[in-house]
């Protein structure tokens, strides 16, 4: 969103698009040191900020995208120009309801260590997209995730015990974002 941001007020037509971001959290972020300073640039930079809204359809013919509101459950179709959607993401079939799931289907693992928090699964790891970190699935978690999980698994197969490499929770923010009203002044403007 911000890249999109920085690029129409560089071409000199951000005054003429209107940004707007729509998120089924109730913040910018789930992590509140970032949510802070993301929900701070949003407000001064001039985007919508929709909060408790998950996109449920979109109309791509006419160009409307459908959202739910969490909190009471109404709908509102808002027209677009450009959408850019992060679907939703949830645990994975094969371990969901599996011993080495939690009760949300995550791959339970301790946070700092990687590693499964039941003892009988000791030599389970998990990060990303499979595991129960309170983070965001993204990327950028994993490119700090893997060398923990790494050094601890490694260790604990040499020597049976696991490292002291710890995740320090570190995550970016995954982008969810409605653009409307992209140069609609102009196109307008075009056509008379």
């Not at 000199?12 to 707007?20: A, E, L, M, P, S």
């Not at 640039?41 to 449920?56: A, C, I, K």
């Amino acid at each position: 969103m911000w890249m999109a941001w920085d690029r129409y007020r560089k071409t000199g037509r951000r005054d003429q698009i209107k940004v707007d971001f729509y998120t089924g959290m109730p913040t910018m972020f789930s992590v509140k040191k970032y949510s802070d300073a993301l929900e701070a640039l949003r407000v001064d930079r001039g985007v919508g900020g929709y909060f408790g809204r998950n996109l449920v359809a979109v109309d791509a013919a006419n160009r409307k995208a459908v959202f739910k509101n969490v909190a009471d459950g109404t709908e509102s179709k808002e027209d677009y120009t450009l959408l850019h959607v992060t679907p939703p993401m949830g645990p994975l079939g094969v371990i969901k309801g599996s011993p080495i799931a939690d009760a949300a289907g995550w791959v339970e693992v301790d946070k700092g260590t990687l590693q499964h928090v039941k003892p009988e699964y000791g030599n389970v790891f998990a990060l990303g997209d499979a595991s129960s970190l309170p983070t965001s699935k993204t990327a950028a978690a994993i490119t700090k995730q893997a060398p923990v999980l790494t050094e601890n698994l490694f260790r604990l197969l040499d020597n049976g015990k696991i490292g002291s490499a710890m995740y320090d929770g570190y995550t970016s923010c995954p982008v969810r974002l409605l653009v409307v009203d992209v140069w609609r002044r102009l196109s307008r403007h075009q056509r008379e």
